[in-house]
């Protein structure tokens, strides 16, 4: 058997790891906790791609894909929560009924996809961490003051040297042995997922509803691209060929299934688990959908604004792609 690593969250079935299991599963986290939890582990940075992805897709494919991935995911997690009874974790459950190999594999590619998701993370904070210095010193130290102040600020705002203070940060949290803690301290994180996610649809439905208003007071549906629209009334179209962006990425931003095991674990009836599983899949399919279809409204809004002004070429082209990659 191999070690137990990140704690007793990757330990076989029974022993040591078992009985710490089922000590902490003595006080069941509350609904709310858990719920918002699943809600995290879902919601990411992946969130931010769906309106480019929608784009890509057009409307009708977009909403098929949305519902068929997110059903299947919740679909294939639930059976994972289903015989989790007596495990803590999905290897596990792969160890008991499909033997040792599938615990090698789940192991490990439950490790890869952790470390890749480690590194994109610790990538992105450590680009919004320089931003934010070099933020900082254009106020603090707009003007040169001498040579050991500017090389100070230097090395303060070093893209190169950012991950340092984020990888210290990160560092306490990772040593929690207690899963079922962390993620509690994890699901305020959710807060700060909304928000984002009401920042775009703030800043994308009111100029679609302005769009509408100017052109037709109606919406509609054409099938055929968006650079195929002509001037009249907003038009959306139904289906594009780039819906295959969108199949690669909602399956990532569904996944729930390693950590559904710690989230849910602790005395609760099976039936209220399931409920409070369901309720948060189907927060983040509404919100993704509501994520995705608002910017494209506003892209179509847009559309027919520059369409008004007979600038059919040029800037009219390229603003669907232009306008979902700055969302």
């Not at 629209?229 to 139904?238: D, F």
């Not at 959908?289 to 009219?316: E, F, I, R």
Request: aromatic share 8%; charged share 10%; glycine share 10%.
């Amino acid at each position: 058997r191999l070690p137990r690593p990140f704690g007793h969250g990757f330990a076989p079935a029974g022993g040591e790891g078992a009985e710490l299991g089922a000590a902490e599963s003595d006080v069941a986290p509350s609904a709310v906790e858990r719920v918002l939890s699943l809600v995290n582990v879902m919601m990411g940075t992946s969130m931010l791609v769906l309106p480019w992805a929608f784009e890509g897709s057009g409307l009708l494919p977009a909403l098929l894909l949305t519902a068929v991935i997110g059903t299947f995911c919740h679909y294939t997690s639930s059976l994972i929560l289903r015989w989790s009874p007596g495990h803590h974790d999905f290897s596990t459950i792969c160890r008991e009924h499909l033997g040792e190999w599938a615990w090698h594999v789940a192991l490990w590619s439950s490790m890869l996809v952790l470390l890749g998701a480690a590194m994109a993370y610790l990538t992105l904070m450590s680009d919004f961490l320089h931003y934010l210095l070099v933020a900082a010193r254009d106020v603090l130290h707009p003007t040169p003051s001498g040579i050991l102040a500017d090389y100070a600020w230097e090395l303060i705002v070093s893209r190169s040297l950012a991950p340092l203070p984020i990888a210290l940060a990160m560092y306490p949290p990772s040593c929690i042995r207690e899963i079922k803690r962390l993620s509690r301290i994890a699901s305020f994180g959710v807060l700060a997922t909304i928000l984002a996610a009401l920042y775009i649809l703030v800043f994308s439905i009111g100029p679609a509803i302005g769009a509408i208003s100017r052109h037709g007071g109606s919406l509609a549906f054409i099938n055929a691209s968006w650079h195929d629209a002509t001037a009249g009334r907003v038009s959306l179209p139904i289906a594009d060929a780039g819906w295959g962006a969108l199949a690669a990425i909602l399956p990532v931003s569904f996944f729930t299934h390693n950590l559904i095991i710690p989230i849910m674990a602790g005395p609760t009836p099976f039936e209220d688990k399931k409920r409070q599983h369901a309720a948060a899949f189907l927060i983040v399919g509404v919100i993704y959908t509501a994520v995705g279809v608002a910017p494209l409204l506003a892209l179509a809004g847009g559309m027919q604004d520059c369409l008004s002004l007979g600038n059919a070429t040029g800037v009219c082209a390229a603003a669907p792609g232009m306008a979902c990659s700055l969302v």
